[in-house]
C-alpha cells in the first residue's frame, strides 16, 4: 500500500487509485488488489478482483454491501490454503473451516502471516483492515466508509469501520460491543487520513484522524472472484 500510494503514509481512505466519476473508490480498491496480486504473482492481476470494502453508493447509486462483491468461493490464500468454502463460512468471527495456519492470522498476497511478515523480524501490529462493513459483511454505516473511500481528509465525523486480520486478542468482545478478533467488523478507525503504525501503542493516539492510528497501515481484503 506504501509502494502504490507512493507515500509512507499509505492511501489513508481515498482509494481511488486514478479512477473517477461514481463507485470510484471501490474501482481504485479493486483496481489495487490486481496490481499487488500481479506483483506478488505475474499473471494473477488479469483475474477478476474485488476489495471487500461496502459503500453508501456505488456507481448505480445504490447501496454496496462487501459480501455482495466477492463471488461465492471457495477462496484461497496466495499459497493454496483454503480460507472459506462459502459465504456460509466466511460470516463468522474467523473464517469457518479455514487452514487452522491462516485462520487467526490472514496472510499477506505473498502467503506470510500479516501479523509478521518478516520472519526474521518480531511481529508487528497490523490488524486493522479497512471493510466500512457489519458482521454479515453489509455497510455498516454512512459515515463508516470515508465518503465511498474517496476521502482522506481530516474529518472527525467519518470513522471507517474495520476488522482485524489477526485478533488484537483472543477474548472474543470487548468494551462497548468492541469484537477484538472479528475479522471483518471489529471497530472504527480514528479517521480516514493517511498513516501507519506497526508500533504496538495500545489503541489510537489521542487526537489522531489516522486510518493506521491503531495498529495498522490502511490495508484492505482481495478477493478473486475465481480460484
Known amino acids: 500500500m506504501r509502494e502504490l500510494s507512493g507515500s509512507q503514509d499509505g492511501f489513508g481512505g481515498d482509494l481511488r487509485f486514478g479512477e473517477t466519476g461514481p463507485g470510484a473508490g471501490l474501482r481504485g480498491a479493486d483496481k489495487i488488489c490486481a496490481t499487488i496480486a ?12 474485488r476489495a471487500f470494502l461496502s459503500a453508501a453508493a456505488g456507481e448505480d447509486g445504490k447501496q454496496v454491501d462487501a459480501i455482495d462483491r466477492i463471488g461465492e468461493g471457495p477462496w484461497y490464500d496466495r499459497l493454496g490454503r483454503l480460507v472459506a468454502n462459502n459465504k456460509q463460512e466466511l460470516v463468522n468471527e474467523r473464517p469457518a473451516g479455514a487452514d487452522e495456519a491462516v485462520a487467526d492470522d490472514l496472510p499477506n498476497e505473498d502467503g506470510v502471516p500479516n501479523h509478521q511478515p518478516d520472519p526474521s523480524q518480531p511481529a508487528v501490529d497490523n ?12 455497510l455498516y454505516g454512512a459515515t463508516a466508509t470515508c465518503s ?3 476521502s ?3 474529518d472527525r465525523r467519518s470513522k471507517p469501520r474495520l476488522g482485524h486480520s489477526w485478533p488484537r486478542n483472543f477474548g472474543g468482545g470487548g468494551p462497548g460491543g468492541i469484537n477484538m478478533a472479528h475479522w471483518m467488523s471489529a471497530h472504527e478507525a480514528a479517521g480516514c487520513t493517511p498513516g501507519v503504525n506497526l508500533v504496538d501503542a495500545g489503541g489510537p493516539a489521542q487526537g489522531s484522524t489516522s486510518v493506521g492510528s491503531g495498529g495498522g497501515y490502511g490495508g484492505i481484503y482481495c478477493f478473486a472472484l475465481t480460484p
Do not use: M, Y
Open 127 to 138: 490488524h486493522d483492515t479497512l471493510t466500512g462493513s457489519n458482521a454479515e459483511g453489509r
Open 38 to 49: 500481479d506483483k506478488s504473482l505475474p499473471g494473477a492481476g488479469s483475474k477478476t478482483w
Open 152 to 154: 482522506a481528509a481530516a
Open 148 to 150: 465511498d473511500w474517496t
